[in-house]
C-alpha cells in the first residue's frame, strides 16, 4: 500500500519567513497528525484531526503555526513568521481511526526545516 | 497532559547482549503503549505495542511488559544484533482518542 506521503523533503528558510508544509495519508485513514521533532528529542505532537476536525491542538504555537485539513485528506501545516527553534524535522502520520481502538500510527518520512 | 518518561537516553551493548529501556507515563487513563524504531534519517516504525489488559507481549527477540500500578513500561531486546542500533522511543495514549504522547528516545548502540 501507499504509505503517507510528505512534502517538501528539506526546506531552508530564513528568521521571520513563511513555510508551508504538505501532507497525504495512507487512503481512508480518517486520524491524521503533525509531529515536531527536534534533533535528539522524541516527537511532539502539534495537532491531531479526526477527519477534518481538530481533536487536539494544545500543544501548536497558535501565535505562529497553524494546521488544516479541509476535505478530511490532505493537510497542510503553517509556519508564519518562523523562529530559529522552529528549526526541526516535521513528521505527518497517520492511523486508521476509530474511537475505542488502537491503531498504529504510520508516519511520512518528515520534513526537514532549517531556519537561518 | 500525558507526560512520558524514557531512560536511558543512551545505551550502548556488546552484540549478543540483551538491552532494556523504560518508560514512565503520568495518566493512568492510557492504555495503549506502542514501541517505535526510528533508524538514522528515516521514519518511526512500530516494532511492537501493549495494551492495558495484558502485562507483557512478546515477539521473537523482542519483548515489551507493563506494570500500570506503577505506571511503567519496558522494552527487552535479547540476543542484539548490530541491525538493532537505532533510536528507539516509547509512548501512550488512551484508545478514546489516540492522542500518542512520545518519550525522548533512546539511541541504542550494538557493538559487533
Known amino acids: 500500500e501507499a504509505g503517507v506521503a510528505q512534502s517538501p523533503r528539506y526546506k531552508i528558510i530564513e528568521k521571520r519567513q513563511s513555510v508551508a508544509f504538505w501532507c497525504n495519508p495512507i487512503s481512508g485513514h480518517a486520524t491524521l497528525y503533525w509531529y515536531q521533532q527536534i534533533l535528539g528529542q522524541g516527537p511532539k505532537l502539534l495537532i491531531q484531526f479526526q477527519n477534518n476536525g481538530v481533536v487536539d491542538d494544545s500543544q501548536l504555537p497558535k501565535d505562529r503555526f497553524s494546521a488544516e485539513r479541509l476535505k478530511g485528506v490532505d493537510s497542510t501545516l503553517k509556519i508564519q513568521p518562523a523562529k530559529l527553534e522552529d528549526s526541526a524535522v516535521y513528521l505527518c502520520?497517520?492511523?486508521?481511526?476509530?474511537?475505542?481502538?488502537?491503531?498504529?500510527?504510520?508516519f511520512g518520512s518528515g520534513t526537514q526545516l532549517s531556519v537561518l | 497532559g500525558e507526560n512520558v518518561e524514557q531512560h536511558p537516553s543512551t545505551l550502548s551493548v556488546q552484540e549478543g547482549d540483551s538491552a532494556v529501556i523504560k518508560c514512565t507515563y503520568s495518566d493512568s487513563a492510557s492504555n495503549y503503549f506502542p514501541w517505535y524504531k526510528q533508524e538514522l534519517g528515516k521514519r518511526p516504525q512500530l516494532i511492537i505495542d501493549?495494551?492495558?489488559?495484558?502485562g507483557e507481549k512478546k515477539d521473537q527477540r523482542i519483548a515489551v511488559t507493563l506494570n500500570k500500578t506503577a505506571k511503567h513500561f519496558s522494552l527487552h531486546i535479547t540476543e542484539t544484533q548490530p541491525e538493532d542500533s537505532a533510536v528507539y522511543f516509547c509512548a501512550a495514549s488512551q484508545a478514546n482518542n489516540n492522542d500518542m504522547r512520545f518519550g525522548a528516545g533512546t539511541r541504542l548502540t550494538v557493538k559487533p
Open positions: 502520520a497517520s492511523s486508521w481511526p476509530r474511537t475505542g481502538s488502537f491503531e498504529k500510527l504510520f
Open positions: 501493549i495494551r492495558s489488559n495484558v
